[in-house]
């Protein structure tokens, strides 16, 4: 079954989900992660496109399959230069739901292996957002490189040193603290 829906598009009903699994596509807006998150400014980025999502279930028994990905694209700030430049994010995820009255453990129990990848869901409906929003947040990079030969900027002049070398001196250590240590070399004992 394949359907497009426009009101709670991530919410599905579990018995919606036949044989032949259920395919869910939408879109979300791109300042839908910074409107749904509790606390917006925990992500440095902004979405350059909106939120492509695929979602596919398949059952069995009570426990749902997911399959999912989602594409969009981020603008960031490099880490090492401090320009902006705009990056793909495709995030690929599986999960198993599974009812959560059934698997009601006690909080001191280890969690086994095969429960990393379960996501739980109470009543007849599954609620994805808060799973899609958590892999979007898993796949911003936390220092993000304009790309990975990046040199940054010159820590005395500020000049960006990945387009052209800065006019500083060149000796190296010059006008740090470390330039008193530059000829030191340590005494051998006889």
């Known amino acids: 079954m394949k359907r497009s829906r426009k009101s709670d598009e991530l919410c599905i009903a579990v ?5 032949s699994g259920y395919h869910l596509s939408c879109k979300k807006h791109k300042g839908w992660v910074s409107d749904s998150l509790q606390e917006p400014k925990t992500i440095d980025c902004g979405f350059v496109d909106d939120i492509g999502i695929q979602l596919d279930f398949f059952k069995t028994g009570k426990t749902v399959l997911v399959r999912g990905t989602v594409a969009t694209a981020l603008q960031l700030r490099c880490v090492r230069c401090l320009e902006e430049f ?21 909080q001191d129990m280890e969690i086994p292996k095969e429960e990393f990848d379960a996501y739980y869901y109470s009543g007849a409906v599954i609620d994805l957002a ?20 990046c040199r940054g900027i010159c820590q005395q002049c500020g000049a960006d040193l990945s387009r052209a ?13 470390f330039a008193a240590l530059k ?8």
Request: glycine residues 2%.
């Open 15 to 19: 018995d919606e989900i036949d044989e």
């Open 86 to 106: 705009i990056q793909p994010l495709a995030a690929t995820f599986h999960y198993n739901v599974l009812p959560e009255d059934e698997y009601d453990l006690p």
């Open 183 to 190: 000829n030191f070399s340590p005494k051998q004992k006889p």
């Open 130 to 149: 808060p799973l899609v929003l958590e892999q979007i947040v898993l796949h911003i990079p936390p220092y993000p490189l304009c790309q990975d030969s």
């Open 165 to 177: 070398p800065c006019s500083c001196s060149k000796e190296e250590g010059a006008g740090t603290r």
